[in-house]
């Protein structure tokens, strides 16, 4: 579980992070949606520790992040397992050698049992047999797939997605977007994702945080974000065809 | 200011590489890699450099000595200073920074782009010790390109002076030994460890403060070639007046 406490984060004396309060519950899903420039990414970035917040508390399983000393935050850090936007795997290793690299950084163990945990994970993402290739040799989709298995092999409590359906066709997205969910259930991982698509909401919105210009707008399920008469809501997310179309359905009782 | 600023960066940035240090495993593999992709890669456009530079210099001089009183072996004597002293040790630096410098801030600039340092850093990896230290430790071996590169234009001058008709093999060889002083290897081999330090962090640094795209990589491999180049010269000037003069 990760407790956010008044969390305030400023470039340049433009504040972006406006006091956020929120819960990210273990075992689920968590969805942050909101527009553009409307402090998702900060947000996650500062979760992360790649930025400082200027004011409020990040608590990992009930410890304040302010509060960890210099190998707690490396243990932490261990802990987390990251899926960035553009995959950001390592273009010079394999795809092996890129889910290897957790293990081999922070682990001691041999390498055939890393090589078997490997395997294991690759299998687990629907990419055994492409160990050997490089990156550039993969599809988006199948890359996607690699950083998960890259951000799963060391077994985190922490899962933190940066819009991992960008750039992917639907159907490839809902395969990545279920695999997140089923792994989230599956490890009883806390995860964070972020997501500008309506569909993500949809498949796997189990909890959702909706922010506009810095600050918490609403919190939900997928189920109450239908049921949400408020504005700043509604606004955002009926902007999306499928979502008329879905709201349409449930007003007409279907 | 954002001169300062970024000297500032800099000095912050050499911190942070020998700051936390990445698995003594890891970091042995990665300095193997670096020393191929850096200086065995580099030692074929060094060697082809090397001996026509010192080809050049050698019938350069010989047909500007028409004075019958200077002995011919002033050819192979001036060969070896410009070699030894200026263009070993600066003018294959000056290429390296092209070669080797845009190489490095492309590289770490891309991985800076595709938020591949991020995921570094999200993993509890110090990004700077991991990318930045093995290229430090490999340019250790810097010098031996530059002893190369000393051999084979000294062999270029050699083969074009006595091959091209200018002096004699005797003639050459005994300039070659003529008012030898030692200090001036001393010397170049000083300069050439500071050299290879800079050839590994200045375009290091530009590199991995890089901000933009695709298009910001190649900028940023351009601005590290020109401030490479001018932090070598400006150490080459300091360098020679400490030590020379």
């Known amino acids: 579980m990760i407790q956010v406490k008044n969390l305030h984060k400023a470039f340049n004396n433009q504040e972006v992070l406006k006091g956020i309060d929120y819960t990210f519950e273990r075992g689920k899903t968590n969805l942050i949606i909101g527009q553009s420039g409307s402090g998702k990414s900060v947000f996650l970035k500062c979760m992360l520790g790649l930025f400082k917040a200027d004011k409020g508390t990040i608590e990992y ?3 304040p992040y302010s509060t960890f000393s210099d190998e707690e935050q490396r243990e932490l850090r261990t802990e987390m397992g990251m899926l960035f936007q553009g995959g950001a795997l390592f273009d010079s290793m394999t795809v092996e050698e890129n889910v290897m690299f957790p293990l081999k950084m922070f682990t001691k163990q041999k390498k055939s049992d890393m090589l078997s945990r490997v395997h294991e994970v690759l299998e687990r993402v629907n990419l055994e047999g492409n160990g050997n290739k490089m990156p550039s040799e993969i599809s988006g989709g199948m890359q996607k797939r690699v950083a998960i298995a890259r951000a799963i092999v060391n077994k985190p409590k922490y899962l933190f997605c940066d819009e991992p359906n960008s750039g992917l066709d639907p159907q490839t997205a809902t395969v990545i977007d279920n695999l997140i969910q089923d792994l989230t259930h599956e490890n009883d991982i806390t995860t964070v994702l972020i997501t500008h698509d ?13 922010l506009k210009d810095g600050k918490l707008a609403w919190k939900g399920t997928k189920e109450e974000i239908f049921q949400t008469e408020d504005e700043t809501v509604t606004d955002f997310v009926y902007s999306s065809n499928l979502f008329q179309k879905v709201r349409e359905a449930q007003l007409k009782g279907l | 200011m954002t001169y300062l600023h970024s000297i500032g ?3 912050l940035m050499l911190k942070g590489v020998f700051g936390r240090m990445t698995k003594a495993s890891v970091l042995r593999n990665l300095i193997f890699k670096e020393i191929n992709e850096l200086i065995m890669g580099s030692l074929g456009i060094v060697a082809f450099l090397s001996f026509f530079i010192g080809a050049v210099v050698a019938i350069q001089t010989a047909l500007n000595l028409n004075n019958p009183l200077i002995p011919k072996s002033l050819v192979a004597y001036a060969a070896r200073q410009s070699v030894i002293l200026e263009f070993a040790p600066t003018f294959i630096s000056i290429i390296m920074a092209g070669k080797v410098g845009s190489f490095i801030t492309s590289s770490i600039g891309s991985m800076r782009v595709t938020e591949q340092i991020d995921a570094l850093e999200v993993m509890g990896i110090n990004s700077k010790n991991y990318l930045i230290f093995p290229k430090i430790t490999a340019m250790l071996t810097y010098p031996f390109v530059i002893a190369i ?9 050699y083969c074009a002076a006595v091959f091209g008709g200018f002096v004699t093999s005797d003639q050459f060889l005994t300039g070659l030994q003529d008012d030898f002083n030692g200090f001036h290897l001393t010397y170049a081999f000083i300069k050439t460890f500071l050299f290879a330090f800079i050839l590994a962090t200045v375009p290091a640094y530009h590199g991995y403060y890089m901000k933009g795209g695709a298009l910001e990589v190649g900028e940023a491999s351009t601005t590290s070639f020109v401030w490479t180049s001018v932090v070598l010269i400006v150490t080459n000037y300091a360098v020679t007046q400490l030590l020379l003069s």
């Open chain 2, 149 to 157: 590169s000393m051999f084979l234009g000294i062999a270029g001058a």
């Open chain 1, 61 to 63: 399983d009930g410890k």
């Open chain 1, 198 to 210: 309506m569909n993500s909401v949809l498949e796997i919105g189990e909890r959702i945080a909706f």
């Open chain 2, 9 to 11: 960066e800099y000095f």
